[in-house]
């Protein structure tokens, strides 16, 4: 989740006592439609990013907004004769050359991109829906290249004398604390969705829970939830704030069948935080539920299973999770790769090797990360593949597998695993603090109410 390093600000002025006494954050609610979305009563408290050493205020003072993106200043007059200026965004199936080439620039101009920039970006890695923008003359070449990968992300090349300087570039935004509560109906993404946020709160939200709450089968109607989140803002040249989509989950609470679970953002050190539950242990534990944000499970670990396509009964020693055709598949653990490749009926496979001894099976894949290699090490969550049909399989899916130190396979779904480390004792009044004063937002103000009532 982004917008994690700004949060140490928040934290240095919780610290501070004039602050805990005036977090008497009563009322803050907005309605979208006829749905309620709870907020602060300043439009859910401005902050803006502070250079290092420097605090941002929380308070409804009116806001100074950061200064605008740098233009990209090219170095020859635009006005120029045999001045091209092209832009477009990459189509699936397609790459920078093809785009490029289709507005006649040459392929020595793409050269030229390619290595200058490969400093900070590997065009390897350019997917669909990346935006481009380029100016270029019949004789000198290259004058400028902006390469967009997200709201949050793009990349820039631009002459400085005889030579070219590459950068990437991140703007800078506004940072809003908001409160969003209600009552699942339907579903928790749908509920989300309908009360005016972007679903990929929910997702988050979901993630976030990923190791006690199987979001899939376990949410019910009449669950509840409470979340308080920053929402994010871009302040382009001469207009009005772009909300880019929601930033760091600060705190959240989720009641549902499988009981009260309760979360809440905190940094040990500087810029590395992580969750953890009221009682200041951590809410990561060393495996997560399931290795994809899965539609369904299309089948279960099964000793005597009949094999859809081979008609045979033998044991299905996995879980197989069925999503869209390149949904990421993800780590459930930290571990060493120690295969990718080709395995007869697994299709494209990859194993992890984990630090108790286990091993981790994603079969199936249509394709494998680019930035993961045989004998690399992976980190819990980093995506690793992408969801296909590979092998003997009926559909787009992922089968799972885990094999014990003793090489065994076991049920993934019965896996439990140790936690990860606590707040150390010196660190929790500090964590108290923080603990407390986040809760107060995330139960202030506003009224949870069921979406169909509200529609």
Known sequence: ??????????RAQLRRASLLTAIGLTGFALAVGAVTLAV???EMFPRVDAPPGELASLSPDPLELPESEPEMRPAWDM????????SGVIRAGGSLAMALGSEGIPASAVHTIVTEMRPVFDFRRSRAGDTWRVVHHVERGVVSFEYGTSDLTSYHLFRR??????ERREPRLERRTARIAGVVTTSLYETIRDLGESPQLATDFAELFAWDVDFSRAVQPGDRFNILYERLYRHPTGGEPQYLGPGVILAARYEG??????VVYYEKEEARGGYYRPDGSSLERQFLVAPVKYTRIASRYNPSRRHPILKVTRPHYGIDYAAPHGTPIFAVAHGKVIYRGW????????KIQHENGSISYYSHMSRYADTVKLGDWVHQKQVIGYVGSTGLATGPHVCFRIKNKDGRFVNPARLRTPAGDPIPTARMPEFQLVRDALFAQLDGGGRDIAVDEAL
């Open 1 to 10: 989740m982004g917008g994690r390093g700004g949060f140490q600000r928040l």
């Open 343 to 350: 395995s007869s009926g697994y299709g494209k496979l990859v």
């Open 161 to 166: 004398g005889d030579g070219y300087v590459a």
């Open 40 to 42: 602060s009563a300043d």
């Open 257 to 262: 069948q499988t009981g009260n679970h309760e």
């Open 79 to 86: 006005s120029m004769e045999g001045m091209i200026t092209a």
